[in-house]
């Protein structure tokens, strides 16, 4: 790990999870704590480069160096996003979005008289797809969160969504993932791969950052 590895590149991170309300004291949302995303954001300000943050609802501190735009929904997550993509070297989406939103909060707390009830949801925008085939050249590195098939649902995103590079890991196994201080990661990009192993969070984000400035330079001399 370098420091002068992003010197003077745009980094836009997003992380942690969002939080899709359904009345006024109910939401849905995941497991995500933020720690993988900000420790990415770490990483990256002290690999040079300029770094913005959009955070979900996390109890994470601001890494120093950062400028960090706080929001709550997906809906909100991808306007601070897509309102700054244009003008970023690189995205790395980190974030937990929510797939599937309620199609109307309620404006009052619901009330539990029936015994069954149903929610209709409909898809969150695909922040990262949205970003990576928006037109600029921003490098787009997303994340793969799988309890199965890790390896093949990770390289499926990697070429459905469009990406330069794709970092997947675990979720639902014990210490790694959701929340975990560590964690391990198997990145792929196209005729390449490289497994990060098991480490704290921190370390991991700069092994993932040095690959990422590669990446992204090897691309932008070829
Ligand atoms: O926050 P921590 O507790 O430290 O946990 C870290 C983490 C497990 C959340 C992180 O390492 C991680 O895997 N983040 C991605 C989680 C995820 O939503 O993965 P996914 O496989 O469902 O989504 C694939 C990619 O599409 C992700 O880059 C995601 O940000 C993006 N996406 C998904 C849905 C959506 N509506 N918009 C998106 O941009």
Known sequence: FQTGELAGLNVLLNA???????????????HSSGKMGFALAQACVEAGAHVTLVAGPVYMPTPSGVERIDVVSAREMADAVLSRSAQADIFI????????????????????????????????IDIL???????????????????????????????KKSLDMIAANWIGRKNVGFNSENNALSVYWKGGEQELGYMPKSELARELVTLIAKRYHEKNTT
């Open 16 to 30: 942690g999870p969002t939080r899709e309300n359904i009345d006024p004291v109910r939401y849905i949302s995941n």
């Open 93 to 124: 989406a980190s974030a937990a979005v929510v797939d599937y939103t309620p199609v109307e909060i309620a404006e009052n707390k619901i009330k539990k008289n029936a015994s069954q009830m149903q929610l209709i949801l409909v898809k969150t």
């Open 129 to 159: 797809t949205s970003v990576a085939t928006q037109g600029s050249a921003t490098f787009c590195v997303g994340f793969a969160a799988e309890t199965d098939n890790l390896e093949a649902y990770a390289k499926d995103k990697l070429e």
